[in-house]
């Protein structure tokens, strides 16, 4: 009998930090391009760097590589002026920028009196919108949060390349939506190949849709290195927030029994359990990873660098390429 074909490896990008010092934005990005990855990722956290303007740097600083923005908050901005933002990106660097949208962390959105009573209706309506006006379509929409009335991109606005539109976003009922209304689906970390397939069963995408994963990257000659570089990325994912993600593991029920902090929380995670919830370990033991991911179905694998050097750890990370 024929061998079975094997899953597609995922295409592999690395997160540019939120915090990374303003010097370092864009040789981490030049670099990141320079060793070969496919992607690099901004982030629109509050308080931080807005991501159009970030990506936008970074897009002018490169040549080849793409750019995400995971992710822009649906309550930050009004769709018509959002459609204007990307379809400028997407004209000055055609076929190079993926766009995440979504709720926004409930806690910060709420902080700036933007969350909404429906969060599922905003969403599903923002993106249907969104996708309309940067087609150069003029939808008339009378939604319960988003409005427009003959509001449409002049034809020299339009892009000739329309970004995928990707929905960050993490419960079952807001995956369903991404599923009906999105080119994709952004999964923060950490995604194990568990949560993939969990995932993927919510979104129940009828036409292709891809799936980028986050995960927090730590990859060294010296595995033990690797593993305790990794951990303290992951010392948030304890709180209720993190729940779908470690659902669908088989030590979910044990992961915060007896912690009383985040610190507590993360310096007792086994060793076993760290490498199953990040993309760690040698650059052999890296790349198995993001092969099980790839036959999960991850369509794109973005790596989280950790520690006080990033660009040393962008350096690490590319033996997982």
């Not at 750019?67 to 004209?91: D, K, T, W």
């Not at 689906?185 to 009828?206: C, D, F, K, S």
């Not at 999960?296 to 390429?321: F, I």
Request: hydrophobic share 50%; glycine share 10%.
């Amino acid at each position: 009998m024929p061998s079975a074909t094997p899953a597609p490896s995922p295409a592999v990008g690395v997160l540019l930090p939120r915090d990374l010092p303003t010097d370092l934005i864009l040789p981490f990005a030049r670099r990141a391009e320079e060793l070969g990855f496919g992607s690099v990722w901004v982030v629109e956290d509050l308080g931080f760097r807005g991501g159009i303007t970030q990506a936008a740097a970074v897009l002018a600083s490169t040549s080849r590589i793409r750019v995400g923005i995971g992710l822009l908050p649906a309550g930050a901005r009004n769709v018509a002026f959002a459609a204007m933002e990307i379809a400028s990106l997407a004209q000055l660097f055609p076929g190079r920028t993926d766009i995440g949208v979504g709720h926004g962390m409930p806690g910060w959105m709420r902080s700036v009196g933007q969350w909404p009573a429906s969060p599922l209706t905003f969403l599903h309506e923002y993106i249907d919108a969104l996708r309309a006006l940067l087609r150069g379509e003029a939808p008339e929409v009378r939604g319960r949060y988003v409005h427009l009335d003959g509001v449409r991109l002049e034809r020299g606005a339009l892009p000739d390349v329309v970004p995928d539109i990707l929905a960050g976003v993490r419960g079952p009922k807001s995956l369903a939506v991404s599923g009906e209304v999105a080119d994709g689906t952004i999964l923060a970390e950490p995604v194990a190949p568990e949560y993939v397939r969990a995932a993927l069963g919510q979104i129940a995408a009828t036409r292709p849709h891809r799936l980028v994963a986050y995960n927090i990257g730590s990859v060294a000659p010296d595995p033990a290195a690797a593993l305790a570089a990794a951990r303290p990325g992951l010392e948030w994912i304890g709180e209720p927030e993190w729940h779908a993600h470690i659902a669908p593991l088989p030590f979910a029920a044990e992961l915060r029994a007896g912690c009383a902090t985040r610190e507590e929380f993360v310096r007792r995670l086994p060793d076993a359990w760290v490498a199953r919830l990040a993309v760690t370990g040698t650059p052999e033991t890296a790349r198995a990873r993001l092969g099980e991911l790839g036959a999960a179905g991850v369509t794109d694998a973005v790596l989280a660098p950790v520690g006080p050097d990033p660009l040393g750890a962008l350096e690490s990370l590319a033996g997982a390429l």
